[in-house]
């Protein structure tokens, strides 16, 4: 069973900076592409920022310039720096990897996991 556990999500200031943490469990051998997405009250989920295994990178043009996606692979983890924080960045952000190979001893792949979401509110 593969999951993906988020972390560091919380309240900040309007110009702040928060750093999201997603950490990916199960006997992981490989991840194709770890991503970002945000959902706000009332609006579809969205794309926010995606890294490929091989570290390139795609940015929802709403955050170019303010966030930054990163990954370990030797951690199975994939990070989100935030800065310049506006209110309109206030949603549920998920963590998604759109394919994982993992399994002991017997590898198998896993398509679209999703974490369980973390809160970010950026407000005065």
């Known amino acids: 069973q593969v999951q993906l556990v988020e972390s560091g999500g919380g309240l900040v200031q309007p110009g702040g900076s928060l750093r999201l943490s997603c950490a990916a469990s199960?006997?992981?051998?490989?991840?194709?592409?770890m991503g970002w997405y945000r959902q706000a009250p009332g609006k579809q989920r969205e794309l926010v920022a995606a890294?490929?295994?091989?570290?390139?990178?795609n940015y929802a043009d709403s955050v170019k310039g303010r966030f930054t996606i990163s990954r370990d692979n030797a951690k199975n983890t994939v990070y989100l720096q935030m800065n310049v924080l506006k209110p309109e960045d206030t949603a549920v952000y998920y963590c998604?990897?759109?394919?994982?190979?993992?399994?002991?001893?017997?590898?198998?792949?896993?398509?679209?996991?999703w974490g369980q979401g973390t809160l970010v509110t950026v407000s005065s």
């Open positions: 998604n990897a759109d394919s994982v190979v993992a399994g002991n001893p017997q590898l198998r792949t896993y398509l679209d996991i």
């Open positions: 890294i490929a295994s091989g570290g390139s990178t």
């Open positions: 199960g006997s992981i051998f490989s991840i194709n592409v």
